[in-house]
Nanobody
Framework: QVQLVESGGGLVQAGGSLRLSCAAS????????MGWFRQAPGKEREFVAA????????DYADFVKGRFTISRDKAKNTVYLQMNSLKPEDTAVYYC?????????????????WGKGTVVTVSS
């Protein structure tokens, strides 16, 4: 079973930037999707962004469009989430996840493997 490890979280002021990374323990060939989700205290886990195995297809939640960018480096088995213009409401634990199908999905239940998360705190 592949393991996912997130990193790059931290404390940043509003308007700042962070880049999250998600490293997979093993290379997986074939169609799969990598996604980023987040969960704020007292709230449900929500979709942030997803990217296909080829990197040609991406999907974003409306609240991050124009601010966040998902990308992947297949040679490094790593997916990134570049977060710009951060807002206090972006404060959450951010998780990466893997879905073993070729199409992206916004539903957490459609992803089979999850990392343990990295904490992002945006101060006002």
């Amino acid at each position: 079973q592949v393991q996912l490890v997130e990193s790059g979280g931290g404390l940043v002021q509003a308007g700042g930037s962070l880049r999250l990374s998600c490293a997979a323990s093993a290379r997986t060939f074939g169609n799969h999707v990598m996604g980023w989700f987040r969960q704020a205290p007292g709230k449900e886990r929500e979709f942030v962004a997803a990217i296909s195995w080829s990197g040609s297809n991406t999907d974003y939640a409306d609240f991050v469009k124009g601010r966040f960018t998902i990308s992947r480096d297949k040679a490094k088995n790593t997916v990134y989430l570049q977060m710009n213009s951060l807002k206090p409401e972006d404060t959450a634990v951010y998780y990466c996840a893997r879905r073993y199908y070729s199409d992206t999905s916004l539903q957490p239940g459609e992803y089979a493997v999850w990392g343990k998360g990295t904490v992002v705190t945006v101060s006002s």
